[in-house]
């Protein structure tokens, strides 16, 4: 169990029931550290100190109603994530619906047990509500949305009935048997609304593919609430993981399913129509038919400077403009940087070629609009991760005026990755083949960087973690470089895993954001 959360199990029940919140304390000062937000949505009040050098995001709707307050708890397995990582689509959503919005850091459990980072969650909560008049919310309506461990966290505050919260939404959450699961159920049981109001109500919801937190243990938690006289309603995503990033847009009506569920507990009215402006542009579409879009910011600088392409990853198949590779949007703007952040077309209802003309099509768009994000059309940079590393890569190889090409534990050997015509291989979901034959092969190896690597490609960086299994991919594409002469680079992170997302929280890790953007700086001077 992670960071001693079975040990804790008593801990936790004695906690909760109690009811801990407010301090009593003076509230802290409302210090914006970053006024230009968070780089997801546009007019958050960025980097918010609450407690002992932790910091929150702070979404305020225009307009001078009060609204309910929704609280955002990113997951990350108790070791990984922070306020911008794994939530960004949860963020727009709650946006878009209308709600003033939270997205909080907080110590995680795997280091400091979850104890602390409960108490963290309460601080914060503490924060928001010391800060009710200046944030416009109202303390008695505050909603909790949490995934993976943050569902735990969220459901630890909740069920107990912590005054003013009002219900949470719970979405993969880890439920773990002898810890958090106990603990939740324990404390459901004896927990007693206070006078006038009803328990806070819960919506948990689960991918029915979950192979990490099997489905069933997740409906028996709801269960045991439901025995003990909470309201909890269960929604099962068909086919869905267990991370809800890494849901598919075919099963992003939960989307929905929240909204709704939210508006019928405190509905927060319509949100406001605001002209656009800020260095942050939303939602502008680079392609039409079918409709693609993407998200910028533009630096106020006297010149045009270069550009950043960002793609995001997700298996070809999962994953928009604002996910996974949300912790390079704040590194890459405060160092001046212009970029743009994409979504393009997912497989299996279209396929790699349509994927990989979109990027094209995207880089068309941005040179050609270039004066409308103050970007220097012949400075130029791609970066990609996971599957669109392979995409970035395999467009640097015939596109030579680009000025640089960096790729995150990327896939360069398709060949190496496809053993068979089963429905999830990569054949079939990226080239509708259903016969890995000669044909087939060599159809898989005209879309490997590996095989197409050239010596007049532009430079290139590597950046991997060597816990990460497609390390040995990234050493042989180096290798080739290093044959073939072209300039390029390797950051390796000891120790890091699969996706930066990952990376959050841990210091050690995040030297890679100094040093990607020295190396994109390095290519203009």
């Known amino acids: ?6 040990r804790t199990g008593m801990f936790l029940l004695s906690l909760l029931a109690l009811g801990q919140g407010a301090s009593g304390q003076p509230c802290p000062p409302l210090q914006v550290g970053n006024p230009d937000g968070n780089y997801i949505v546009p007019g958050v009040q960025g980097a918010i100190p609450y407690s002992g050098g932790l910091a929150l995001d702070a979404y305020v709707q225009p307009g001078p109603d009060r609204r309910p307050a929704v ?15 794994h939530v960004g689509q ?178 927060a009215g319509p949100a406001p129509v605001t002209a656009p402006g800020g260095p942050l542009r939303k939602d502008i ?94 400075r130029i940079v791609l970066v990609g991760e996971s599957a669109s590393g392979q995409m970035v890569t395999r467009i640097a190889a015939e596109d030579r005026s680009l000025s640089g090409v ?17 429905p999830r291989s990569l054949l079939v979901r990226l080239f509708r083949r259903t016969v890995l034959d000669d044909e087939a092969r060599a159809l898989l190896r005209s879309h490997s960087p590996l095989y197409l690597a050239h010596s007049d490609m532009p430079p290139v960086l590597l950046v991997n973690g060597t816990a990460d299994p497609l390390t040995k991919q990234a050493h042989a594409y180096a290798s080739r470089l290093t044959e073939l002469g072209v300039r390029h680079d390797v950051i390796q992170l000891e120790g890091a895993p699969h996706g930066m997302e990952n990376w959050e929280g841990h210091d050690d890790w995040m030297i890679y954001k100094r040093r990607v953007v020295d190396w994109i700086a390095g290519l203009f001077r």
């Not at 943050?150 to 459901?155: N, R």
């Not at 997912?346 to 070629?353: I, M, Q, V």
């Not at 960096?406 to 089963?422: E, H, K, N, Q």
Request: proline share 6%; charged share 20%.
């Open 285 to 378: 579409v680079y392609a039409r038919s079918p409709e693609v879009k993407l998200d910028a910011f533009v630096p106020p600088a006297a010149k045009p400077g270069p550009g950043v392409i960002l793609v995001h990853g997700g298996g070809w198949e999962a994953g928009d403009k604002v996910t996974y590779i949300t912790p390079l949007f704040e590194p890459l703007a405060r160092a001046g940087l212009a970029w743009v952040s994409i979504e393009y077309r997912l497989t299996p209802a279209f396929t790699h070629e349509d994927q990989l003309e979109d990027l094209r099509r995207a880089i068309r768009f941005v040179r050609t609009e270039h004066a409308r994000f103050n970007i220097d059309p012949a």
């Open 406 to 422: 960096v790729s995150f534990y990327g896939v360069y050997d398709l060949p190496a990755m496809v053993t068979d015509a089963s």
């Open 1 to 6: 169990m992670v960071g001693g959360v079975g």
């Open 90 to 267: 949860l963020l727009e959503m709650v946006t878009r619906a209308g709600y003033h919005w939270f997205s909080v850091d907080y110590r995680l459990a795997g280091a400091v047990g979850i104890e602390q980072s409960l108490a963290d969650v309460r601080a914060a909560l503490a924060f928001i509500r010391c800060h009710a008049r200046e944030f416009k919310v109202d303390p008695a309506r505050v909603l909790l949305l949490g995934e993976d461990a943050g569902a735990d966290l969220a459901s630890m505050l909740a069920v107990p009935g912590d005054d003013g919260v009002l219900g949470a939404v719970l979405i993969g959450g880890i439920y773990e048997p002898g810890g958090t699961a106990d603990a939740l159920t324990g404390v459901a049981a004896g927990a007693h609304a206070p006078p006038g109001r009803q328990r806070p109500a819960v919506f948990m919801i689960h991918g029915g593919a979950d192979r990490d937190v099997p489905v069933d243990r997740a409906r028996r938690v709801c269960s045991a609430l439901a025995q003990a006289r909470h309201r909890c309603e269960f929604l099962e995503v068909a086919g869905a993981s267990h991370r809800v990033e890494n849901w598919w847009p075919s099963q992003w009506s939960y989307k929905r399913a929240v909204v709704a569920w939210l508006s019928a507990l405190a509905p």
């Open 71 to 85: 609280v955002v708890i990113h997951g990350g397995g108790w070791t990984s994530g922070s306020r911008i990582a």
